[in-house]
């Protein structure tokens, strides 16, 4: 088990470290075509998660297409949103926001999934959107596209969450991580095309790290979920905050204000005691791990 936890940290990690490289590049290079060379990237991973008796058209094909169309949209729109609200925003008020997706996978669930909540976890929900009430402060700072962006990465990242749940086990992993990709790429590649501009070394270097990192992420998760169970593995996903903390300080000059870490203390709190409720009622995290 303690292997698995490892490698869940590195993971994360790993993400963290593909997420630093978009914020260098500083915007230079649309958030469409970022999304888009970063899928391409993580379809070098497709040979680490395929099963035995997986086929490539694995990748295209599921046996509840309209989970599989769900995830695809869900998982373009996080990515570019995720892209923006890096390239604009400090990374840990980025991380903070977007670590709302288990308060509105909980909210989801009970619309969509007529999941029953009990009072802890609404609880959790309200503390978490005080968290950000304190991270945003609206009247009191200019809010931008940025804000809205991770707020959207973590929405629409719920709502893949979601439709994995519906699918349960009938899907192959391979099926669900296709779409996790394709679509990006199939998004990210149409939407690029007015506006491509052709990168310079230094950021074709700052590319190559952000889809490579995100594909190591990927096969990592991927093995510490075989060796660990998944309510194990997810919270090191919040992890990240401390390198967004370390990186958004030491290279990118990123300051955090009291204000902004009460928030940040407040989501992280709220998502974390979500994410350990979750798995005590509803066990979906053992059946399906992929984030």
Not at 172 to 193: D, E, H, Q, T
Request: hydrophobic letters at 55%; glycine letters at 10%; proline letters at 5%.
């Amino acid at each position: 088990m303690r292997q698995g936890v490892i490698l869940g940290f590195a993971c994360y990690a790993a993400y963290a470290i593909s997420d630093a490289c978009v914020k260098s590049l500083r915007g230079a290079i649309p958030a469409y075509e970022v999304v888009f060379v970063g899928a391409l990237l993580c379809l070098g991973a497709v040979p680490f998660i395929r099963a035995p008796g997986d086929r490539l058209r694995d990748l295209f094909v599921a046996r509840r297409p309209g989970v599989w169309w769900i995830r695809a949209i869900t998982g373009a729109v996080c990515n570019i949103s995720a892209v923006i609200a890096f390239t604009l925003l400090p990374m840990a008020e980025t991380f903070a926001l977007i670590f709302l997706m288990p308060i509105f996978v909980t909210l989801l669930s009970v619309l969509f999934l007529r999941e029953h909540v009990g009072w802890r976890r609404w609880t959790a929900v309200v503390v978490g959107f005080i968290g950000v009430l304190v991270v945003l402060r609206p009247g009191f700072r200019q809010l931008g596209i940025g804000h809205f962006a991770a707020i959207t990465c973590g929405l629409s990242g719920a709502v893949s969450m979601v439709a994995m749940r519906l699918a349960g086990q009938h899907e192959k992993r391979i099926s669900l991580y296709g779409a996790g990709v394709v679509g990006p790429l199939l998004v990210g590649g149409i939407f690029m095309l007015p506006h491509m501009v052709w990168p310079d070394p230094s950021a074709w270097m700052k590319l190559l790290g952000y889809g490579l990192m995100q594909g190591i992420a990927g096969v990592l998760l991927m093995l510490a979920t075989l060796l660990t169970p998944a309510n194990r593995i997810a919270p090191t996903q919040y992890s990240q905050m401390l390198w967004a903390i370390g990186f958004g300080y030491w290279l990118f000059g990123d300051r955090l204000d009291w204000p902004m870490l009460v928030g940040i203390v407040l989501i992280l709190g709220a998502g974390l005691f979500t994410l350990v409720r979750e798995e005590q009622v509803t066990r979906w995290w053992r059946r399906q791990p992929l984030p």
